[in-house]
């Protein structure tokens, strides 16, 4: 089978969304004028420039979105060949594209979808990821998406009584104390990210520069403690738990011969991939553990040898989980802090997480790197990175 490598990187800042009051009044951001194909395609064009890859010569577009693929009316048909032509003008390029759609493990799952078509010869270049836009609709059409129809129960519903089960160490002060720590690491770090400066249609000046709810750090620390939990919880509270974003982040994969022959300069190499899945809704939150033994096995690679673990912290739950099974110390998990204090754009969120899993180990001079993300129903998935 191919090696496939990783040869370009490129994520938006993550927009913080404000949810709108009523089911009449919909979500907003900084960006929320952009339709997610404007935004999507402003990384792209940056992706394509970074990679010095002729668009000509992409292969296959695996774009992944959850919330905007269902509301979208630009993206009610083949949006991810939409998005391509957007970003390259062009109509003449035969690139095959395809929108994936997996819950929260959405973008993850649309790199593994382009890796292998590297790994089994059918291609030797091509783009992965996401995009997502929390704002532009009703809060209630998020709502929809974040609730189990089997048990009817929300997902932080399901994470609370999860944790609750789980007994000694998984207490709200634990709960709280990690979204601290993820909130203080964010705002410690809030420049080391290599982003792609937003505009809106228009205007010169780009508006989104950085991870903006990273900007409300101070206040949120203020009422962490006070808040009260969700509806039907104990632990979960909208505070230690992921908020909305905008988003998009995509990564340029080739094989080793388009290296050879194009000259170019890998970043890092997929070295594994895994899919988990428990058997109860509720045990989403810990399904991180068994993707990511699946993926450690499938690299010949024992835990304490992962140099940073990325983990999408829908709820702090799946990270304090993953430490104590995997005596994985506090400073390899989630070092630039995580969708707490980032936010989650959920079809855009594996992609968000493996650009900036390679960032930091690159900028860590470390060797390998893991990205795990948990989703409905029970499950999660995992992929390594090896710096090269």
């Given at each position: 089978m191919n090696?496939?490598?990783?040869?370009?990187?490129?994520?938006?800042?993550?927009?913080?969304?404000?949810?709108?009051?009523?089911?009449?009044?919909?979500?907003?951001?900084?960006?929320s004028s952009l339709s997610p194909a404007e935004l999507g395609a402003q990384v792209l064009q940056y992706l394509m420039l970074e990679s010095l890859i002729n668009p000509a010569d992409i292969q296959f577009f695996f774009m992944g979105s959850a919330i905007s693929q269902k509301v979208e009316r630009a993206m009610y048909q083949a949006p991810a060949k939409f998005i391509f032509r957007r970003a390259t003008l062009r109509r003449d390029i035969p690139v095959i594209a395809r929108t994936v759609e997996k819950a929260c493990s959405t973008g993850l799952i649309s790199i593994w979808c382009a890796a292998k078509k590297i790994i089994m010869g059918k291609a030797e270049i091509a783009i992965a990821g996401g995009v997502d836009m929390m704002s532009r609709q009703a809060n209630s059409i998020i709502l929809n998406g974040l609730t189990d129809p089997i048990t009817g129960k929300l997902m932080a519903q399901l994470a609370d009584q999860k944790a609750r089960e789980l007994g000694d160490g998984f207490e709200r002060e634990a709960h709280d104390a990690y979204a601290l720590a993820?909130?203080?690491?964010?705002?410690?770090?809030?420049?080391?990210?290599?982003?792609?400066?937003?505009?809106?249609?228009?205007v010169e000046a780009p508006v989104l520069t950085y991870d903006t709810?990273?900007?409300?750090?101070?206040?949120?620390?203020?009422?962490?403690?006070k808040i009260r939990p969700y509806s039907g919880c104990t632990i979960m509270t909208v505070l230690n738990s992921a908020k909305y974003g905008d988003a998009a982040a995509f990564l340029m994969l080739a094989s080793e011969s388009a290296i050879r022959e194009k000259n170019l300069r890998p970043i890092a190499r997929i070295v594994a991939f895994a899919e988990h899945s428990e058997e109860d809704s509720k045990d989403f939150i810990i399904a991180p553990a068994g993707a990511v033994a699946k993926a450690l096995a499938g690299a010949g690679l024992r835990a304490d040898e992962i140099d940073c673990w990325e983990v999408n912290e829908a709820f702090p739950t799946s990270s304090l989980y993953l430490m104590k099974k995997y005596n994985v110390p506090h400073e390899k998990m989630n070092p630039w802090g995580g969708a707490i204090a980032h936010g989650h754009p959920i079809g855009a969120t594996g992609g968000c997480l493996a650009v900036k899993n390679i960032t930091i180990c690159r900028k860590t001079k470390k060797r390998y790197g893991i990205v795990v993300v948990c989703n409905a129903i029970s499950e999660a998935t995992a992929m390594i990175f090896e710096m090269v």
């Amino acid at each position: 089978m191919n090696a496939v490598y990783v040869i370009a990187i490129a994520r938006s800042p993550i927009a913080s969304v404000q949810a709108g009051n009523t089911d009449e009044i919909v979500n907003t951001s900084s960006i929320s004028s952009l339709s997610p194909a404007e935004l999507g395609a402003q990384v792209l064009q940056y992706l394509m420039l970074e990679s010095l890859i002729n668009p000509a010569d992409i292969q296959f577009f695996f774009m992944g979105s959850a919330i905007s693929q269902k509301v979208e009316r630009a993206m009610y048909q083949a949006p991810a060949k939409f998005i391509f032509r957007r970003a390259t003008l062009r109509r003449d390029i035969p690139v095959i594209a395809r929108t994936v759609e997996k819950a929260c493990s959405t973008g993850l799952i649309s790199i593994w979808c382009a890796a292998k078509k590297i790994i089994m010869g059918k291609a030797e270049i091509a783009i992965a990821g996401g995009v997502d836009m929390m704002s532009r609709q009703a809060n209630s059409i998020i709502l929809n998406g974040l609730t189990d129809p089997i048990t009817g129960k929300l997902m932080a519903q399901l994470a609370d009584q999860k944790a609750r089960e789980l007994g000694d160490g998984f207490e709200r002060e634990a709960h709280d104390a990690y979204a601290l720590a993820s909130y203080e690491r964010a705002k410690a770090t809030i420049h080391d990210h290599v982003l792609v400066p937003i505009r809106l249609l228009g205007v010169e000046a780009p508006v989104l520069t950085y991870d903006t709810e990273v900007e409300k750090y101070g206040n949120r620390l203020k009422v962490l403690p006070k808040i009260r939990p969700y509806s039907g919880c104990t632990i979960m509270t909208v505070l230690n738990s992921a908020k909305y974003g905008d988003a998009a982040a995509f990564l340029m994969l080739a094989s080793e011969s388009a290296i050879r022959e194009k000259n170019l300069r890998p970043i890092a190499r997929i070295v594994a991939f895994a899919e988990h899945s428990e058997e109860d809704s509720k045990d989403f939150i810990i399904a991180p553990a068994g993707a990511v033994a699946k993926a450690l096995a499938g690299a010949g690679l024992r835990a304490d040898e992962i140099d940073c673990w990325e983990v999408n912290e829908a709820f702090p739950t799946s990270s304090l989980y993953l430490m104590k099974k995997y005596n994985v110390p506090h400073e390899k998990m989630n070092p630039w802090g995580g969708a707490i204090a980032h936010g989650h754009p959920i079809g855009a969120t594996g992609g968000c997480l493996a650009v900036k899993n390679i960032t930091i180990c690159r900028k860590t001079k470390k060797r390998y790197g893991i990205v795990v993300v948990c989703n409905a129903i029970s499950e999660a998935t995992a992929m390594i990175f090896e710096m090269v």
